[in-house]
């Protein structure tokens, strides 16, 4: 029989008769081989036709293609599923559009914005063969040492969810058969930030029922906008590690949830469970509790192919235990349409895409949103017509690698010899400032001090160029040194020769803005603090040195809200917002509790104010929900856009429970003077709390609507709801 006539390459057939004919003519070899995702970085490909690999990752363009004609000879002739880190932007294709990291675009509050960013960035993929991205993290952030802080959309569940799912869809485009569009992981299932003391994939101590409450929301969310891929996290919890744990893969994900899609693991993570955390003694073991967790696919974890095929011939795995993941990974491919159109490389197109100025002017929208405004004593903006000169000075002014940031070309997630973006697709922010400033503004640049070391001998000519100048303009924050995996930081200090630089520009008494490019955030100096301005960039993109310029200038209004709390010391972790209600007090003996800059936090240029707060109805009955509208007015001279939060506070709870809970949010575009009422509607999930059983309900009695600009208590209206 050719293979032309093979049921399972008839397209007219269903995807369970196409799935079942297939899974009948594979060997256990075959089916073993296909549940694992191998590292492609090498040369040499050719366990692609003696290990019969259904995924792979780490290969582009050529490469990829010798690849996809390997597997086409294979036996059955089975296509790859090919996966890439494309985390903001394409990242690791030379000259990409690199957009803001997660927690930079987060500030948007935006989630039409962060699909368009999912959509370009599927577009720029697609044709250089990649079918799949590693990206949302729906992460909840908890301790802000932690180096993976910035791939996060903050500290918000609610928040995280609905802008994850907004990048899924951008992601994810039409459908599971949209060439144009690339499959979206859920990542990394759950529970994996929350960390001893910074440290990366350290021991998460959360339980069931706080797994419920604050760190599964996202990934629901996700099953619910049709995420079809999850990835597990590196942690364990209660002495479990995330890819043995049946509970939160099986039990909950697919049988409570119904999540159709599949499992894979994070890097080696089948291999963890033998030399890092040592609760298999052997690969068979690891294989055997990998499979029967509920994973679908082993992600570079080599030795699970003799593994498992050794576990069912010893009888320790039956063949169907290996028929059930191999069956949910082919019905994927099917819906795909890869068996039809494996969806090869395409250079030419590749090269159009990446090259559109329509995805140039998106990530430029982007950085714009991104920007946030956190204190300004009137000198932003800047009139340009009245000043003579500027002096930019910091070791983030000009450096494209920490503007960039994490998981792009230059991180540590890719060998140096891989090289980096080239630098003219990236406008730092002195070339932001060179481009927008008027011929007759002197601009002169001092990069002043090391982040990765102690040199303060640049600080001199710092300070002379500062007392020449009429505003100072100070760039500091991070290094890639200090962000990513495995690279947590002790303290969130300004590292190197920072604070110094800014203790020596502060005592200039010059006007100062500082412009902070980091990964998380930073504890300021008192000379950041008492700046005349501080703008909040995170790692803005190739884009963020144009947008921070207008923002400087005045030709752009920054709506920013911070989605995460900066806080004023490293001792005061965790800092979020949402804290359980009960402690004795409100403040340390030696410092205050309260961040610097809370959740939800963001200056104008103009002012809001908020008035008229009014529910729909002041009592809910079961399964109802409740419109609230809040009236906001532009108070300013200015245009801007105003991000109105909605919370929720339940007075009186059977468990303990946080304070208040970010429930809605909607961005308003007003015009000086000009008023708008705000609605936002509340459905009934909004109400629930986890019980003492860790199931999801809704208590009768009284809540508090908080409605206004940001989750401080004293920024907030306040409407009383009762819930029979």
Request: net charge negative; aromatic share 8%.
């Amino acid at each position: 029989m050719s293979k032309q006539t093979l049921a399972y390459l008839n397209p007219s057939l269903s995807v369970e008769e196409r799935v079942a004919d297939l899974l009948g003519r594979m060997t256990l070899e075959e089916k073993v081989g296909q549940i694992i995702m191998w590292d492609a970085r090498s040369d040499d490909l050719s366990f692609i036709n003696t290990r019969y690999p259904g995924s792979i990752l780490h290969i582009l363009g050529e490469k990829l293609d010798h690849a996809m004609d390997l597997a086409a000879k294979n036996r059955l002739g089975i296509p790859l599923l090919v996966g890439e880190d494309a985390i903001h932007g394409h990242s690791f294709w030379k000259g990409a559009t690199i957009f803001p990291t997660q927690l930079a675009m987060a500030a948007s509050w935006n989630p039409d914005l962060l699909e368009q960013v999912g959509w370009v960035t599927a577009e720029e993929a697609a044709p250089t063969g990649i079918h799949w991205t590693f990206s949302p993290v729906l992460c909840l952030t908890r301790d802000l040492r932690w180096g993976r802080t910035g791939e996060t959309f903050g500290e918000d569940p609610y928040l995280i969810g609905e802008l994850g799912a907004a990048l899924l869809r951008g992601y994810q485009g039409r459908g599971l058969d949209d060439p144009h569009g690339i499959l979206a992981t859920a990542k990394h299932y759950a529970g994996y930030s929350e960390t001893h003391g910074g440290r990366d994939a350290s021991e998460a101590d959360i339980s069931p029922r706080k797994l419920r409450s604050y760190f599964l929301p996202p990934f629901e969310r996700a099953v619910r906008a049709g995420a079809m891929t999850f990835m597990t996290g590196y942690q364990s919890m209660e002495g479990v590690p995330s890819t043995a744990n049946h509970w939160l893969l099986t039990e909950v994900l697919k049988d409570e949830w119904g999540f159709k899609g599949i499992v894979v693991t994070d890097w080696d993570n089948v291999g963890r469970l033998v030399y890092e955390q040592k609760v298999c003694a052997t690969y068979v073991d690891a294989a055997v509790v990998a499979v029967r967790a509920g994973n679908d696919i082993m992600m570079t974890t080599p030795e699970f192919y003799e593994a498992a095929i050794e576990a069912v011939r010893t009888g320790r795995l039956a063949e169907s235990e290996i028929d059930a993941p191999c069956a949910r990974f082919l019905a994927l491919k099917f819906r795909m349409g890869l068996f039809e159109y494996p969806r090869r490389p395409d250079l030419q197109k590749a090269a159009v895409e990446i090259n559109r100025p329509e995805h140039r002017a998106v990530n430029l929208d982007a950085a714009r949103q991104s920007l946030v405004l956190l204190q300004n004593n009137g000198l932003l903006p800047l009139d340009s017509t009245k000043l003579k000169s500027i002096a930019l000075i910091g070791p983030n002014a000009n450096d494209d690698l920490q503007q960039l940031g994490d998981w792009s070309l230059g991180s540590c997630q890719h060998p140096p010899e891989a090289g980096k973006h080239p630098r003219e697709k990236t406008t730092t922010i002195l070339d932001g400032l060179r481009t927008l400033a008027p011929a007759s503004l002197n601009l002169q640049y001092e990069r002043g001090c090391s982040i990765v070391d102690d040199d303060l001998s640049g600080i001199p000519a710092a300070v002379a160029a500062a007392q020449a100048a009429d505003i100072i303009v100070t760039v500091v924050g991070d290094h890639l040194n200090y962000i990513g995996e495995t690279l947590s930081t002790a303290t969130l200090e300004l590292q190197g020769g920072q604070v110094a630089l800014l203790d020596a520009l502060a005592k200039t008494g010059k006007p100062m803005i500082v412009v902070l490019v980091n990964s998380k955030p930073l504890v300021l100096p008192s000379s950041a603090k008492s700046a005349a301005a501080i703008v909040e960039v995170f790692n803005p993109g190739m884009e963020g040195g144009r947008a921070l310029a207008e923002a400087l200038f005045g030709l752009i209004n920054p709506s920013g809200k911070l989605t995460i709390s900066i806080p004023v010391h490293v001792g005061q972790q965790p800092v979020f917002y949402s804290q359980v209600r009960g402690q004795h007090g409100d403040h340390y003996a030696d410092l205050t509790q309260e961040p610097l800059f809370p959740f939800g936090h963001g200056l104008s240029y103009t002012k809001y104010a908020y008035s008229n707060l009014r529910l729909s109805s002041s009592k809910l009955a079961q399964g109802e929900s409740v419109k609230v509208s809040v009236d906001v007015e532009n108070v300013g001279q200015c245009e801007g856009v105003e991000i109105v939060q909605v919370y929720v506070s339940d007075v009186v709870t059977s468990v303990t429970w946080v304070n208040k809970a970010l429930k809605g949010f909607a961005r308003v575009h007003l015009t000086p003077g000009e008023k708008k009422s705000v609605q936002v509607e509340l459905p009934w999930q909004s109400f629930q709390i986890a019980n003492v059983q860790g199931k999801n309900v809704v208590e009768p009695g009284e809540f508090e609507i908080l409605v206004g600009p940001s989750s401080r208590n004293r920024n907030l209206l306040m409407a009383k709801l009762m819930i029979e």
